[in-house]
């Protein structure tokens, strides 16, 4: 045997066989109501288990921009977080771009500088060079009259000693005079 509440089919046939004509017209037209709202609270009852929104944007016009309301629409509202992170990514990105600018700069100045440094030090060394060489050191003492020191007119000599001899301090002397005087070593003696 089956349930009356198990088909609503059989559930309206025996109510409109109990009440008379009228009431049974009145009483379909609640019922129909009845399984419209039932289907009404299954779909929005779906509606909100599926999460889908139709109208998740909201309406997007110019006053609801420039007045802010988009803003706390379900979708901005759901992306704040990947906004925020892209706008922190831009930050980073720009203040990276601006270092290596500032870095950059840097190592161009400090190159110029280099190479000027660079510059300085080779001019000076070939002044030095310049400075240090023996014609010129000649016209130097020339002009001034109080230096004691001439050229020798005698070439420079070395003086060998054998192997197996050894000289005491005074032949080292003798020697050495004997050198820088131009004279023989057996004058001195």
Do not use: W
């Amino acid at each position: 045997m089956l349930k009356k509440e198990e088909h609503p089919d059989v559930k309206k046939e025996e109510l409109r066989m109990t009440l008379p004509e009228d009431a049974g017209a009145e009483h379909d037209d609640m019922l129909d109501d009845q399984e419209a709202m039932e289907a009404k609270e299954a779909m929005e009852a779906m509606r909100k288990f599926t999460d889908e929104d139709e109208d998740e944007m909201g309406e997007i016009s110019i006053k609801s921009i420039l007045g802010g309301d988009f803003l706390m629409s379900k979708f901005v509202i759901k992306q704040i977080m990947f906004v925020m992170f892209c706008v922190a990514l831009m930050i980073l990105y720009t203040a990276n771009r601006y270092d290596s600018q500032q870095d950059a700069i840097l190592i161009d100045s400090l190159r110029n500088h280099l190479q000027d440094v660079k510059y300085n030090v080779l001019t000076q060394s070939s002044e030095l060079m310049n400075l240090v060489r023996q014609s010129n050191i000649e016209k130097k003492l020339k002009t001034t009259s109080d230096s004691l020191l001439k050229n020798s007119t005698t070439p420079p000599f070395l003086i060998k000693v054998g192997e197996g001899e050894e000289m005491d301090e005074v032949e080292e002397l003798q020697e050495v005079m004997v050198g820088s005087n131009g004279s023989s070593r057996d004058s001195l003696r």
